[in-house]
């Protein structure tokens, strides 16, 4: 098996964990911390989904545990969609809340819906899964690998370079 896929399955799965103790210690966040939280999440997800486009065509994957992979390495990124979707949310219901509290001067602010931290906690949640959904789709890699010895088609290396999407490009401040 490329050892190339368990890797990047094993970095998904600490870049998330990384990112869920850092969302689950964050108290007062600047929005550029913030928004930075979105955007590696994001990255997250595109890992994946690049990752699953390559695997996806392949043979070897055709099978029970292939397709089980397959589902997990979707899972991953669908969970960190979501989780960056709920992060994206918290940040708009804060700079709302901030725009609401501005413009009301001392008058109580009244704001419906979940309130930012309430999106954080549902992301931090979201990312909590992540590493056992990684763990599960290297598990059943391993089988359909396992599989393959047996006379199945090996699964194609990929190189390095077309795992990991560009990062996203940071700019300064927007005018």
């Known amino acids: 098996m490329a050892d190339e896929v368990m890797q ?26 913030q928004i930075s939280h979105v955007t590696t999440s994001r990255h997250l997800s595109d890992r994946a989904l690049s990752l699953l486009l390559h695997l996806a065509p392949q043979q070897a994957l055709t099978t029970g545990e292939g397709l089980h992979a397959l589902s ?22 804060e700079v709302e809340h901030q725009r609401a509290a501005t413009a009301a001067g001392s008058s109580p602010v009244v704001v419906v819906g979940p309130s930012p931290q309430q999106h954080l906690l549902a992301a931090v949640d979201l990312l909590k899964r992540v590493p056992n959904l990684c763990a599960a789709a290297r598990n059943r890699l391993a089988a359909a690998e396992g599989k393959r010895s047996a006379g199945a088609s090996p699964i194609v290396p990929l190189p390095v370079a077309s795992l990991n999407p560009p990062a996203p490009q940071t700019r300064g401040p927007c005018p």
């Open 8 to 33: 990047r399955l094993q970095d998904m799965s600490d870049d998330s964990l990384a990112l869920h103790n850092a969302l689950r210690t964050a108290h007062d966040r600047p929005l550029r911390s």
């Open 72 to 93: 997990h390495l979707a899972q991953v990124a669908q969970t960190t969609q979501e989780a960056a979707m709920q992060l994206t949310t918290g940040l708009a219901r």
